[in-house]
């Protein structure tokens, strides 16, 4: 069989051309990325920094990007949220994962509207989940994370 030089051809050439053909797919029939519409709103992804304990968490749609992280000092206990587009509001809520809690919405610290902080009573647990809304462009971006970024030993108050 390993004799033959069609089949040894063959066998190098066909992983390449299956290769192409699901990058072609790919390129002809993805979603192509479009600009935010006012009015629509769109879901921002929890990266992997949120999993585990980075002291940070970022989410992100293409290149709309919102970092949460928790800081505790004279002030108290507080999420700093920061954007790498200028926001009209954010609301955000930390609970369980099957039940509703209220949002707050959180206040802008900086006059861009790039910074926005909200104060805590205490440190979210680790099975809760943190839900926002940011409007930046009279378009929504919506989110869900995990809290395991911000659990004692992650550093975040230190940064």
């Keep these: ?3 033959n030089k069609h089949v040894i051809i063959a066998m190098i050439v066909a992983p390449i051309l299956s290769i192409l053909a699901w990058i072609a797919v790919g390129q002809l029939t993805g979603e192509k990325p479009h600009v935010a519409r006012p009015g629509q709103s769109y879901p921002l992804v929890e990266k992997s920094n949120c999993r585990f304990e980075s002291g940070a ?20 206990q507080e999420f700093v949220l920061s954007a790498s587009h200028p926001l009209q509001g954010v ?22 509207g790039l910074e926005w902080r909200l104060a805590l ?14 409007r930046a462009g009279e378009s929504s971006y919506f989110g869900d994370a995990g809290t395991v970024f911000l659990q004692p030993g992650s ?5």
């Excluded at 550093?155 to 940064?159: D, K, V």
């Design 91 to 112: 609301v955000l809520s930390v609970g369980e994962p099957d039940l509703e809690s209220p949002p707050a919405t959180m206040r802008a610290s900086d006059g861009q």
């Design 155 to 159: 550093g975040g108050s230190e940064r």
């Design 1 to 3: 069989m390993f004799t």
């Design 57 to 76: 968490c970022d989410l992100e749609n293409e290149e709309f990007r919102l970092r949460l992280t928790f800081h505790e000092g004279d002030a108290g």
């Design 121 to 134: 009573g205490s440190r979210p647990g680790p099975d809760q989940r943190i839900r926002l809304v940011a």
